[in-house]
């Protein structure tokens, strides 16, 4: 009897077991430096779109973040503390929103300093993607840690330092021998303007595109996409048309940069690419108005309006008590600035003259 | 011989051509604004030695050489002096025609020829000493205004910060205001300080602060710090260090009740152990003990069987059915 073979070949399924968190190293085995890793909640009830500014935030701080953290009104600063130890979660990122304008605390856990900025204006990142002709998300775009890059902060102000100092190490470190350049995907940027002592904060996607292809043939060969050549008498039409340059590789000549490795099967090793910013993510315009030495308590460092004492941001759901008799000194002493400034405007124009 | 022939036609035909006068007046103005053109130095007879600097020793070639370079440096100074007339090609044309004619015997023709160049040169000196004069007198009078209404410290320093304006702001200003030179300088002047704190904060805003990068060696080397003299002083460096090093990841154990907090529950846990020790140790004695006592007892029992057997053996014969040895049997 011949023997019957199974042809029905079983192929051998391995189960697949979903880890449904991810296996978080505590230490960077690359640098050796621990990772800092972010809570981002609120305090209080947010409205609507703060509740999506605060999801943009998650977003961005990923994946160093709990991205579904959940938050019951009855849970204190100090609950979060006990939780993060253990996590070893090192900074936290809190919102809240007051009468005059909400707020962003950026603070390092077990018993760090506390940033407090006031968010002057906001711009969520759906509608950064909806005013942008081509909104730009590939896949693994979160899975990295973003760059940071601060500029204008090198005054020597002691308050500016503490604030590059706190937001350099939110990211976690890069190692520049050992760093992949396809790991770098996001940027962050943050631009302090000393005259209005505004901070903007902008958050970019990173993307290579070869320089010195045209158009035409740097489309086809990234999108795959079989190109129209009903109008052209010959192959060779299409590959040297010498079509209009777009706008932005006119000034290109300082964002290229040359490639140590191929990145992509378009950016190869020692070519030149140009390195094109999109922007994703939020947009906020910050002002620091406080530093405190501990985790929302503790002294007072620094403050922008001159108010020393214990005008504190109670720290319940509600601290609107308090805020409202902060903002009304916030007030007075803001428009005494500002009739500084003028002043110093004043003579600055008519010196020019 | 062409000037001879005017002057004769000018003999014969007075009467009737009167009006050919103003026509020679004017083409003789047009020969003295061409002549003015041309610089003395090529249309007048050169009437100086030249220089002649070959045969000389090295020290008269050089003092010569230098009193070239001052004759040069004099000579485009009065040019440019507006107070000193300069004299132009017929000044000087017309000097040496004079001189000609007081050397010479002259005819009277070169005086008619004379006539005409002086005219035309009184006109044309007068025009220009007075635009000279307009020009000085606008440019005094801005420099009163302006030296009325600001203080002016220093110069120098108005002179650099003129060049660093100057270099931010492009040359556009410094062309356009060609007349205000001394102007711009003393608005320069009033600014330096201004200028001074500026400058250094644009610089030091321009830099840019990048993600923390690991290199060889990484770890922040903490500074000294000098001993300050006031306690708040002291307080307020020590907190800023501290919120700095908090930032940066580095732990600072500053406060104390934490602290105090920390060696508690160091206190107790060595305690813990201790005591945990201790059972330990009890539990052990008390087994041994056990056990100790247990083999002993085993032991005794051993040693007790083994009597009772042998009692028993002995009995063994005594109790055999009829056995008459006995001693309590009969």
């Not at chain 1, 910013?277 to 922008?304: A, D, H, N, V």
């Not at chain 2, 300080?193 to 602060?209: G, R």
Request: charged share 35%; aromatic share 4%; glycine share 6%.
């Amino acid at each position: 009897m011949a023997r019957f073979h199974n042809r029905k070949k079983k192929v051998f399924v391995k189960p697949i077991v979903k880890k449904n968190q991810q296996q978080q190293s505590n230490v960077d085995h690359i640098t050796g430096n621990k990772i800092p890793k972010s809570f981002v909640f609120s305090r209080g009830k947010l409205p609507g779109p703060l509740r999506q500014l605060q999801m943009d935030l998650r977003k961005l701080m990923l994946p160093y973040t709990a991205l579904n953290l959940k938050e019951k009104k009855r849970n204190n600063l100090k609950d979060f503390l006990n939780v993060a130890g253990p996590m070893g979660v090192t900074h936290f990122l809190i919102l809240s929103k007051t009468e005059t304008s909400p707020f962003l605390r950026v603070a390092k856990t077990p018993q760090g300093p506390t940033l407090t900025f006031k968010i002057h204006e906001y711009s969520l990142a759906v509608d950064i993607a909806q005013s942008q002709l081509r909104p730009r998300c590939p896949q693994d775009l979160f899975k990295n840690p973003p760059l940071i890059v601060l500029s204008g902060f090198a005054t020597g102000d002691e308050h500016l330092k503490l604030t590059t100092t706190m937001f350099k190490n939110i990211f976690p470190d890069i190692d520049i021998n050992t760093v992949k350049l396809s790991s770098c995907q996001r940027i962050v940027l943050l631009n302090y303007n000393k005259d209005t002592k505004l901070i903007d904060f902008r958050h970019y996607s990173i993307r290579l595109q070869p320089v010195g292809v045209s158009r035409r043939i740097r489309k086809f060969v990234q999108n795959h996409q079989v190109p129209d050549l009903r109008n052209l008498q010959d192959v060779s039409d299409f590959v040297t048309k010498a079509g209009y340059g777009s706008e932005s590789e006119a000034d290109e000549e300082a964002a290229t940069v040359t490639l140590t490795s191929d990145l992509s099967r378009v950016n190869r090793a020692s070519t030149k690419s140009a390195v094109k910013l999109q922007e994703i993510g939020p947009r906020m315009t910050l002002q620091l108005t406080k530093i405190e030495g501990g985790l929302c308590s503790g002294e007072i460092m620094f403050s922008e309006y001159g108010n020393g004492g214990d005008k504190r941001k109670a720290d319940s759901e509600e601290g609107n008590g308090k805020e409202d008799g902060e903002n009304d000194d916030e007030m007075e002493d803001s428009e005494e600035d500002n009739e500084g400034e003028d002043n110093e405007e004043n003579i600055e124009e008519s010196d020019e003259d | 011989m062409q000037m001879g022939k005017k002057k004769d036609k000018a003999l014969n035909e007075s009467e009737s051509t009167i009006d050919m006068k103003p026509m020679i007046h004017e083409n003789a103005q047009f020969f003295d604004k061409l002549v003015e053109l041309i610089p003395a130095r090529f249309y007048l007879p050169d009437e100086k030695d030249k220089p002649w600097f070959q045969g000389l020793s090295k020290a008269e070639k050089a003092s010569a050489k230098k009193q070239s370079r001052e004759n040069i440096k004099k000579a485009r100074r009065d040019r440019l002096d507006p107070e000193k007339s300069t004299k132009t090609t017929l000044d000087l044309l017309k000097e040496n025609l004079e001189k000609e004619k007081s050397n010479m015997d002259s005819d009277g023709e070169e005086k008619e020829i004379e006539v005409r160049p002086i005219m035309s040169d009184l006109d044309g000196g007068e025009e220009r000493s007075v635009t000279y004069e307009e020009l000085r007198g606008s440019l005094r009078s801005k420099i009163e205004e302006l030296r009325g209404s600001r203080n002016i410290p220093s110069s120098d320093k108005g002179k650099k910060r003129k060049n660093e304006r100057n270099d931010k702001k492009g040359n556009l200003q410094k062309k356009q205001k060609s007349d205000g030179v001394v102007e711009e300088k003393k608005i320069d002047s009033i600014n330096d300080e201004h200028n001074v704190e500026k400058d250094i904060v644009e610089e030091a805003a321009n830099k840019l602060i990048f993600s923390r990068v690991k290199l060889g060696d990484n770890e922040d080397k903490r500074e000294d710090s000098k001993k300050e003299s006031t306690k708040s002083e002291l307080l307020a460096k020590h907190s800023w260090k501290s919120a700095m090093d908090r930032a940066a990841g580095i732990k600072v154990h500053d406060n104390p009740k934490l602290l105090k907090q920390s060696i508690q529950k160091e206190k107790k846990r060595h305690q813990k152990n201790a005591e945990k020790w201790h059972e330990r140790v009890e539990t052990m004695k008390k087994l041994k003990a056990e056990k100790q006592q247990k083999r002993s007892e085993n032991i005794a029992d051993k040693i007790h069987q083994k009597k009772m057997l042998r009692i028993a053996k002995r009995e063994k014969k005594l109790l055999r059915p009829g056995f008459e040895g006995r001693k309590g049997s009969t």
